[in-house]
């Protein structure tokens, strides 16, 4: 899920592309977008700009090439979900998820910038302002966000364990899944320890902080940084990062090359050697050493997941580039290209024999388990006679005795009696 580092980037592209572009016409929406308002704006120019605070995006649509006082405006605040981005394209290579589009004018090459969300959890706001649930930024306003959370101390919210408090963002705006693991790691603070008892020992100012001001950037603060500091460190460093900074893939169309440098940053969300553990929202917190006393009753860890879609990608475009560098310098089919070819035709044909063994095998399972169960049915079934208790045993055994006695004397058909005719037969 984008963190706070991720929407100020949005935010940061939105208004470095549109510094000197305008857009015009409708603003349209996808058709599968059905859960999101239509945005009603449709004026000849206008212009665009954005602004984040924690997990949230404000852009602004203004009408007119220029700034005057009195002009209309719309606000639309953007919430990303699990995959929400921006992305600026040319009009004939739009994203496949692009939800929400807005078109420049005036342009030889037609552009057009998109909010792109392939599982479609994000959700945007028309006419809105910032979350009233939402506590201040912890990058662009940290003595508020300092002040906010110190202050409520006494809520219950902080009953719980500090991994889970620094998910809400009534008071960790912009602090995500990746965020709370690098700060609590870097602090060497247990993620499962209570949050009050962790926070309680702060004081309301921050001498790293204030440090900050009155010292020249060369120098090096002696003050460490406690853990509502690196609230404020860690986030600003992600996006000063080269590579865009993101915390992970969420673009399907991305390289790994991207986020080389983020990944080289982490210390402790996603790496070997580190520990996790599910928490109570379902949330996996990654730690090193003891978890804290807080941890669920059902507690258990998660697996890493490999992403091997991305290093297919890259591999297969290397292999095109290959391809096209043969050709032209030859001018007919290389001998790399034709061992690949033949490999290619092996693969298949291996994969024909596969698939048939699988459905063969498959169809021999099928009939042994009908074997089976016919067998099953046509077996006799054996019932144990009830036993019977000894104060019944005189009496069941008189019958018992009868019974057998009944079934063991056999009479032929020739000695029975014979059968007795009516008198209405006799009478004819």
Request: proline letters at 4%; aromatic letters at 8%.
């Amino acid at each position: 899920m984008p963190e706070g580092p991720e929407i100020f980037l949005a935010s940061r592209l939105i208004n470095t592309v549109s510094l000197k572009r305008l857009y015009g016409g409708r603003v349209v929406k996808s058709e599968v977008s059905t859960k999101n308002p239509d945005v009603e704006w449709e004026e000849e120019v206008y212009r665009v700009r954005a602004q984040a605070r924690g997990k949230e995006l404000m852009v602004t649509l203004c009408n007119g090439e220029v700034e005057k006082k009195g002009e209309k405006t719309l606000n639309i605040i953007f919430r990303f979900g699990m995959s929400g981005s921006f992305k600026f394209t040319p009009v004939q290579e739009i994203p496949k998820h692009a939800h929400l589009r807005f078109y420049t004018i005036n342009e030889d090459i037609p552009m057009v910038l998109s909010f792109v969300d392939y599982r479609r959890f994000g959700r945007w706001e028309v006419g809105g302002t910032w979350g009233r649930d939402r506590g201040p930024d912890p990058m662009w306003e940290y003595p508020n966000f300092r002040e906010n959370i110190l202050a409520g101390l006494k809520s219950a919210d902080f009953n719980k364990p500090i991994c889970e408090a620094m998910l809400n963002q009534k008071y960790f705006n912009g602090i995500g899944n990746y965020l709370r693991a690098e700060i609590l790691y870097r602090c060497g603070i247990r993620p499962f320890d209570e949050a009050r008892e962790v926070l309680s020992e702060l004081k309301p100012f921050s001498k790293w902080y204030e440090m900050q001001s009155k010292i020249k950037v060369h120098k090096m603060c002696e003050v460490k940084p406690d853990v509502l500091d690196l609230c404020h460190i860690l986030p600003k460093e992600v996006i000063n990062l080269g590579g865009g900074g993101k915390g992970y893939n969420v673009d399907l169309d991305a390289d790994e090359d991207e986020y080389k440098e983020f990944r080289s940053w982490l210390q402790c969300y996603y790496q070997d050697g580190m520990k996790n553990m599910v928490d109570h929202n379902r949330r996996t917190m990654w730690f090193s050493g003891e978890p804290g006393r807080l941890i669920p009753k059902d507690a258990c860890s998660r697996s890493m997941v490999k992403r091997k879609k991305s290093q297919t990608r890259k591999q297969n475009k290397d292999i095109a580039e290959d391809q096209i560098l043969e050709f032209d310098q030859n001018g007919k089919e290389s001998k790399q290209i034709k061992l690949l070819k033949e490999e290619t035709k092996v693969n298949k044909s291996r994969n024909k024999k596969q698939s048939k063994k699988d459905a063969k095998d498959e169809l021999d399972t099928k009939c042994s388990a009908t074997e089976g169960l016919q067998n099953k049915k046509n077996k006799t079934k054996y019932h144990q006679p009830k036993a019977t208790s000894a104060k019944n045993k005189s009496k069941t055994g008189v019958r018992v005795t009868a019974k057998i006695a009944s079934r063991t004397s056999v009479t032929s058909v020739t000695q029975r009696a014979p059968t007795r005719r009516s008198s209405r037969i006799k009478s004819q």
